[in-house]
Antibody, heavy 120, light 109 residues
Framework: QVQLVQSGAEVKKPGSSVKVSCKASGGTFSSYTISWVRQAPGQGLEWMGRIIPILGIANYAQKFQGRVTITADKSTSTAYMELSSLRSEDTAVYYC?????????????WGQGTLVTVSS | QSALTQPASVSGSPGQSITISCTGTSSDVGGYNYVSWYQQHPGKAPKLMIYEVSNRPSGVSNRFSGSKSGNTASLTISGLQAEDEADYYCSSYTSSSYVFGTGTKVTVL
């Protein structure tokens, strides 16, 4: 039974950074891709980037290039998403999601979401 | 990368069938058979309903089906039930990234 458990809600000041974690259990962590998807209040889903833990390679949506960093710690089966230079528009629920099977292009397992609120 | 276009809302009575469209470009929907659909109930994480255009994950009702023609993918829900009331999002792989649709609110009348 694959589970993704994310860290708790955060309140951040504009201009600061936030780092959200996503701990995986069940299944082989390194073999799957972990993506990060966010959802602003009342808005749709937005893909931010992904990492392949076994390769340690991440790629990002153009919109977030230079502002987001996705990493993974294979020893603890945990992925991280750090977003810097926060602004009010970054207030959203941030989800981690795992691909359905290694090499697939869809997300079958999701974390519970982490609310990040950016406010002065 | 622009979001894929979905109707804002679709409604139907119990037992009816509804179809949600998802329009992209030849760079995403039209270029890959990697379209997936997600159901999201309020306050919950999305749930995968369809992958690779028309495949259902284990445990998803066969009332859900997917298809694609050109740059437009579609999700059909047949025998609409009250529990199907939710937001639905399409997604497409596109050149090392992903794009989601604008989302469709399904209302069961």
């Amino acid at each position: 039974q694959v589970q993704l458990v994310q860290s708790g809600a955060e309140v951040k000041k504009p201009g600061s950074s936030v780092k959200v974690s996503c701990k995986a259990s069940g299944g082989t962590f390194s073999s799957y891709t972990i993506s990060w998807v966010r959802q602003a209040p009342g808005q749709g889903l937005e893909w931010m980037g992904r990492i392949i833990p076994i390769l340690g390679i991440a790629n990002y949506a153009q919109k977030f290039q230079g502002r987001v960093t996705i990493t993974a710690d294979k020893s603890t089966s945990t992925a991280y998403m750090e977003l810097s230079s926060l602004r009010s528009e970054d207030t959203a629920v941030y989800y981690c999601a795992r691909d359905r099977e290694s090499g697939s292009f869809d997300f079958d397992y999701w974390g519970q979401g982490t609310l990040v609120t950016v406010s002065s | 990368q622009s979001a894929l276009t979905q109707p804002a809302s679709v409604s139907g009575s119990p037992g009816q069938s509804i179809t949600i469209s998802c329009t992209g470009t030849s760079s995403d929907v039209g270029g890959y058979n990697y379209v997936s659909w997600y159901q999201q109930h309020p306050g919950k994480a999305p749930k995968l309903m369809i992958y690779e255009v028309s495949n259902r994950p284990s445990g998803v009702s066969n009332r859900f089906s997917g298809s694609k023609s050109g740059n437009t993918a579609s999700l059909t829900i047949s025998g609409l039930q009250a529990e199907d009331e939710a937001d639905y999002y399409c997604s497409s792989y596109t050149s090392s990234s992903y794009v989601f649709g604008t989302g469709t609110k399904v209302t069961v009348l």
